[in-house]
C-alpha cells in the first residue's frame, strides 16, 4: 500500500525514527546512519584534527614533561616528513591517504603534515600557557569552524562562523592566560582560519598558521604587559 500524505505534509511512514510501512526506515535514523555521517571523508578529517588535544593534555596531565612532549613531537615530524615524501614521490600509496587528504593535495604537502609541524614549533618555541591554548585553537576552534562552515577553499568564511570559531578560541585560551591575551589568541585564531592567503597558487593552510598566529599574538601582549607567564 502507498504512503498516503498527511494533513501535516508529512508521508506516512517518514518520521524520523519510525519504521515505514514499505520496510525501510527514515533515513539517519538507525545508528548505522549516524555513523556513516561519521565516515564521511570531512567529518573524519575533523575528528582526527581534535585528537591533536591529547599533546597539550599528555603535558597537563603529567604523562609527559614539556621537554619529552617535544621531543615526541619531533619524532612525530620527522615520521610526517617520511610519509609525505613517499606519498609525494609516489613510492607510498596508503588508503588513508585517500580519506585525510583533499584533492588539491594531491601534489603538495598535505594539511596533516602541516599540522604536525605547526604544533612541533609553536611547543619548542613558546612557553606551555602561551603554546597549549595555541595548539587547542587548532584541535578543537578549527574543526568546530570548519563543520560549521564550507569545506571548500574559500578566501573568508561566513560572518557566523568566524564567530563560534573566536568564541572557542578564546573561552580556551582563557583557562591559561589573561582575559586581554585569550581576546588576542581568538582574533588571530579566527584571522587565521577564515582568511587564506595564495602565494603563486598556493594556499597557505590553517593548520600551519593558526598555532604561530595565536602563540604570537598571546606573547606579544604579555611581553608589553610584563606578565609573560612563567614556564609551568
Known sequence: MPD?????????????GVARTDGGEAPGATPD??????RQPEVERRLVHVTGAFAPASHLLGVLTWAQLGLALLACSLGVALLEAGRLSGTLDLTVFDRLTRE??????AAY?????????VVLAFQPRVAIPAVLALAIADPVSGLLGSSDLQEVKQGYVLLATFGVATGLAG?????PAAVLCGLATTFADGVKPSIRGYVLDDNLTIPPAAALAMTAWLELSGSLPAPF
Not at 546512519?33 to 561519521?38: D, E, K, Q, S, T
Not at 603534515?113 to 614549533?121: G, R
Not at 583557562?175 to 582575559?179: A, L, N, S, T
Open 4 to 16: 498516503v500524505p498527511r494533513s501535516d505534509g508529512v508521508t506516512a511512514g517518514d518520521e524520523p
Open 113 to 121: 603534515a602541516l599540522y604536525v609541524v605547526s604544533v612541533t614549533a
Open 175 to 179: 583557562f591559561f592566560v589573561p582575559v
Open 33 to 38: 546512519g549516524v555513523l556513516a555521517r561519521l
Open 104 to 109: 588539491y593535495e594531491e601534489e603538495n604537502v
